[in-house]
């Protein structure tokens, strides 16, 4: 099942393991890469010299393409689009538009550019910059997400540009991979259900609270970090929900602080990311400080195996979800019943 989108990035089927914090790890991201998709290592909580021992250890494992997702307003952006293009990093995935001019730069070095965007004038945007391709997430999608169904906004896209269009949000089976290839994208994108593997490092008891959610079982809140996250619903997302901003803020202060922490981050850095993003995502300066909050949060539910004190991002597919296979098997599946998915499709024209 060969699509622009194999092409372009080398992988021999159109399915790319996103760029999840705390959880696309070099196991996910090697595992998926073997398998013939597109993983891609998540750099946002990592230092520098973190992201650089992970790159090194998925080309330890694996002789394939993959990609690393980089946040385009970080202080060491720069930096670390060098790095890629240094270790010969196939894509560079990012989760808010990059400049023009990076984009030019990781162009010149053969690194493909695929920036994620919610909206068709997003999309429109990079084009215009030269990235080699576009991931589109539609609302159903986990984590920071806008409020247009899949269903709409991959046609949208599609139509309104000339490069390959991934599409993410709502996917998890080979039916949504062979809707995709019909609406016209090159391939779709998954978050939850490459999460929910035996090749994620998730503990199994974290992966357990994913397995018994049904659908519905997702909220999509802007209280936790200011910004429209969904993720599943939780002690945690209830309070949050009920809880004035003011009472918030004390505690979003201490998460920042072990967030500094942990990276090894200067305080002059972790205020000149967060006025960065202010700046990009047109946020007051109380939102930005629960921003800075979240990947502690995360972590405490996705590393630490604390569900019920963090953030468990999450599509809503996840109550569609009841096994955990290999990558290796979950990707074989997903071409397997798309190609027949597909097949029965052309047979009613016939």
């Known amino acids: ?96 538009a990059p400049s023009q001019r990076l984009i030019g730069k990781l162009k010149d070095a053969g690194v493909v550019v695929i920036p994620s965007i919610g909206a068709r004038r997003h999309a429109e945007k990079v084009a215009g910059w030269g990235a080699d391709a576009v991931l589109v997430q539609g609302g159903e999608g986990g984590g920071h997400t806008g409020s247009v169904a899949t269903t709409l906004l991959i046609p949208q896209v599609v139509d309104a540009v000339d490069i390959p269009v991934i599409a993410a949000g709502g996917f998890f089976d080979g039916r949504g991979l062979a809707a995709a290839l019909c609406y016209g994208a090159a391939g779709v994108a998954m978050g939850t259900r490459f999460l929910l593997t035996t090749d994620s490092r998730v503990p199994d008891e974290v992966k357990r609270s994913y397995l018994d959610a049904q659908v519905g ?52 850095r972790l205020i000149s990311d967060g006025l960065a993003m202010r700046k990009a995502q047109k946020l007051p300066l109380n939102r930005v400080l629960l921003a800075a909050n979240t990947p502690m949060l995360i972590k405490s539910a996705l590393v630490d195996g604390h569900p019920e004190a963090g953030v468990l991002p999450a599509g809503q597919v996840v109550g569609m979800i009841d096994e955990l296979p290999s990558c290796e098997k979950l990707i074989d599946s997903l071409v397997t019943e798309a190609a027949e998915a597909l097949r029965r499709a052309g047979s009613l024209s016939s």
């Open 217 to 268: 079982d997702t909220v999509v809140t802007s209280k936790v970090d200011g910004l429209p996250h969904r993720m599943l619903r939780t002690d945690l997302t209830h309070s949050a929900e009920s809880q004035a901003l003011l009472r918030r803020l004390p505690q979003a202060l201490r998460q920042a602080v072990a967030f500094k922490a942990l990276t090894g981050m200067s305080w002059r």
């Open 1 to 96: 099942m060969r699509t622009p989108l194999c092409e372009l990035t080398g992988v021999r089927h159109p399915i790319v393991q996103t760029g999840m914090g705390w959880v696309a790890g070099p196991s996910l991201v090697s595992a998926t890469a073997n398998a013939g998709g597109l993983g891609v290592l998540a750099s946002a909580t990592m230092t520098l010299p973190q992201l650089t021992d992970a790159v090194r250890e998925v080309k330890e494992r694996t002789g394939e393409p993959f990609g690393v997702n980089l946040r385009a307003d970080a202080g060491d952006a720069e930096e670390r689009c060098d790095l890629l293009i240094r270790e010969g990093v196939k894509v560079a995935s990012f989760a808010l």
